[in-house]
């Protein structure tokens, strides 16, 4: 994510987005940052319950200058990451205003034969490589995940927390 990127979106957010979580979803698959422990915990103070699942059909895209990727989709392709369960209604709803309106939420199929929610990358500003978690871990997830805590009561307020 680009420093400047966030500030500009919660900047921008004057008014609150759909309630995407009208439909009730209950497991959410995550193949970006939301990987990562710190992440969560600097933006919901715990790490849910998680278990490696893949989806078919997809790919976590590197995105044209940010640090944190988009799922797009890509025949032939498969996206790993973790199917994360057992999140209050708090957390859903600060995880949805922390990925914002840019990104659609969807339901998508797993491998293994059940169903997720997924925060998928409509389009634009995708690169032809995969994004690169190891690079992520090394490179920025230090910084990423200390302003995502920064950030986090400001997202509660704007959930209505």
């Not at 200058?65 to 957390?91: D, I, K, N």
């Not at 659609?104 to 994004?131: F, K, Q």
């Amino acid at each position: 994510m680009r420093d400047s990127n966030l500030a500009e979106r919660l900047a921008g957010l004057q008014t609150p987005p759909p309630n995407r979580l009208a439909v009730g979803p209950t497991a959410l698959f995550v193949y970006g940052t939301l990987q990562f422990e710190p992440v969560l915990i600097g933006l919901i103070g715990r790490v849910p319950e998680r278990q490696p699942a893949t989806t078919l059909g997809w790919r976590a895209a590197a995105l044209d200058g940010r640090v944190y990727p988009g799922l797009v989709s890509a025949p032939g392709s498969e996206a790993p990451g973790l199917l994360l369960t057992g999140m209050s209604e708090r957390e859903w709803r600060v995880l949805d205003t922390f990925e914002d309106d840019r990104y659609d939420l969807r339901r998508i199929d797993l491998t293994c034969g059940s169903a997720a929610w997924a925060y998928v990358w409509p389009d634009g500003e995708v690169h032809e490589e995969d994004w690169d978690a190891a690079e992520f871990q090394e490179r920025h997830l230090q910084g990423y995940a200390a302003r995502c805590a920064r950030i986090a009561s400001e997202l509660a307020a704007r959930a209505g927390y």
